[in-house]
């Protein structure tokens, strides 16, 4: 499963020393140039990596570069520098222009890369290519406890698709994008015309719909490859799309359920919103409010923090059509309905919060617009891990 597992696209993995164990480079490589879009970290001070990405995006692209644990970030002219040379000698070793080559950086604010290191590594590295996606999913990988890959088929009118996600994320996640990066490869052809608002759509509605915490980072992206092997047509993009949300959506959960420190995710569901980006903003206030997730975290079903959460959403509301139950599984636990807090079974309810997944469903009354949040609850451990994880 993963972004190099779709056919014509290798990948390597390598270790230069950035992370203290483990490999810390990866390399996906296309056969051939790819069709190419990405969506990317909305801070106004992105890193040189975003910058440069942003800029190779509607061009050509055969290859994505990965090194873990140092972001490359505030190093100034000397780290734009360092990123260019390894772009250069990757290029190089691969046989291919410098522009198709998009180069991602993570970890550690402030330092600068092992230049002649990550060049050693990728020496040679053309002969190393194979199909093993789960070693670059590690190699990628900063705080997160595991790694992340999905493969999903689509069937098309002219035979199946497949689209592949390898990525990383687990802390300063409240995306927009935000601390994580997504590596996407389908085997369709799309056009980056096409691709670029198909690839936004699905992140709106998946990705940035992810809150570990309220903490937006420098260098984090979506990328996808079209390698363009399947010639799908014009009216098979709705249903490329619709695997592709699947795809990053399941992608969000693996993330949700990696939050640092976290016992557990939740999902916020809501329909009824005035519209859709009101039924987002209703859904991710809750899901990023530090009190549904201590709740969540202590196993309380808490409704009224989850009505406060929803008030501030800056979303048109009210509260007299609104209704709130929590559910897992067949177990549903109506707490609020045309806008009054009922009087509900609370050791049910405590049953719903401990389970692996409780889901928080919030009919609003007010239109059509639905959407979904993936949270994760706040712990000491969260605490704990981000007190002693220098920058």
Known sequence: MGCGTIEGIRVASKSCGTKETGRDLAIWVADGPCQAAGVFTQTSMPSYAVTSNRRKIAGDVQAILVSAGVANVFTGAEGEQDADEIVAHAADELGIPQESVLFFTTGFIGSRLPVDAIKASLSGIADELADDDEQAARAIMTTDTVSKTVQVKVSTSVGDVTIGATAKGSGMVNPNMATLLCFVSTDAAISHDVLQPMLKRCVDRSLNMVAIDNDTAFSDSCVMLATGAVKVRERDHEAVESGL?????????LIAMDGEGSTRMFEVQVTGGLTEEDARKVAKSIASSMLVKTAVFGEDPNVGRVL??????????DEKRLAVSVVHDDLQIPMVKDGVVLSYDRRKAAAVMKSDCPVFVLELGMGEGAATAFGCDLTDQYVSINADFPT
């Open 245 to 253: 949300l699947d795809c990053l959506t399941q992608v969000a959960r």
């Open 308 to 317: 406060c959460a929803a008030s501030y959403a800056g979303a048109k509301l």
